[in-house]
């Protein structure tokens, strides 16, 4: 479906390096059938996140990378195809979330990130989303930190939970409120501190080195979603929210709100979709994908158990609509995180920091995302209108009212 298909460019791929500068929305874009295409691929040191040089082909990368220590390659034009989210709707019972860790990791192996942006940054471009099927927007973030940390389970708690990498806002950490979300820290996402919420996924751990391993880019979508209808129904996201989707504690396929995928590289892959990490083609990107619910109750910003303020929509005749204990629609919220394969077999031995269950099984079933809103209203809002109920696509730089973020 091309208008729920979208792709980054060059530029905002290059943008999305460490540390996050200047973002000009020029350059090509490729579509799915050019997944295969050669390159460019980027060498970057996966200590520092600085680009080292450009490459024409996957295997000539490689070949520069195992000169030295902490170098890896990566897309220099990213090929994301959205496949849409599954059709998730609200299960009779819902676990609580319990951040335990998998791996003992050495604080030295974790890798640096972003410093961020400290500013907003919005200009005028006079380009709008173009009409689509449903409304959506997006907007890629750059690595920002790794942490033991979950403010939302275990707020004030440092070191409590298994290892998190996280997103957007450079200042989260255990003691992170929605005050301090809100107001401080630097953001490692398009538009700078327009969006200083955090987001974050347990990191993922490379079991053949014990060392985590640094995610190549993240794109957060907000849409209208494939279940309800119409999108002028979709409210504004209140300031403050928070959740949780996924399950933690799976050890088995099945968890609820996530899912893993391969695509591009060599093999043009756009397959093996499913619960556990898959054995992606080297050079291909291996997706983490997160499915938040959208179903508010309209009156909690978090819950105790974090979640129960929150729901899926249920299915009802004719169709799906949300619960009337959860009567609010709002924007889904999805996550999008890429890791490039860089040799052949290497992602059989990729696990989750909370995949706590026996190590013979596929790594993945725990996954799961954080998501602690941290918009300025004056934005959320007009993308909101703009795009998501005015079922326009602003792809992943637009915010709907004439401006793009850069």
Known sequence: MNSTRRFLTASLT??????????????????ASQAAVP??????????????????????CRQAAVTAPDMSCKPASVVHVDG????????????????????????SLLAKGSAGTPFDRLQYTGEAGTPSDIGQFRIPCGYSHMGF??????????????????????????????????????????????NRSAYWVPSMIDTATGKPIVPDFAVFYYKQGYMLRPSGAIQPLPPGLRMIAGDPTSS???????????IGGPNDSNDQYGSAIPNCDAGALLYQEIFFPQCWDGANLDAPDHKSHMSYPMQVSGG?????????????VTFNIAYTVQTPGAARAWRLASDTYDASLPGGYSSHGDWFNGWKKDVSDVWNAACVQASRDCHAHLTGDGRMMY
Request: aromatic share 10%; hydrophobic share 40%; charged share 10%.
């Open 14 to 31: 290059l943008a999305l390096a460490y540390p996050l500068a200047s973002v000009a929305q020029t350059g090509h874009v490729r579509s």
């Open 84 to 107: 849409g989210a599954p059709q998730i709707v609200q299960p009779s019972v819902v676990p609580s979330p319990a951040m335990n860790a998998a791996f003992r990791i050495d604080a």
């Open 320 to 332: 799906y609509a949300c619960p009337a204990t959860h009567p609010v629609a709002l924007p889904q």
């Open 149 to 194: 940390d979950d403010p939302i389970v275990y707020p004030g708690r440092p070191g409590a939970a298994h290892l998190h990498t996280f997103f957007g806002n450079t200042g989260t950490n255990a003691w992170s409120t929605e005050q301090s979300i809100r107001d401080g820290g630097n953001s490692t996402c398009l538009g700078g501190t327009i």
């Open 39 to 60: 390159g460019p691929w980027q060498l970057y040191s996966t200590a520092t996140g600085a680009n080292l040089a450009t490459y024409a082909d996957f295997a000539t």
């Open 252 to 262: 088995a396929p099945g968890n609820f709100g996530a899912r893993f995928k391969c």
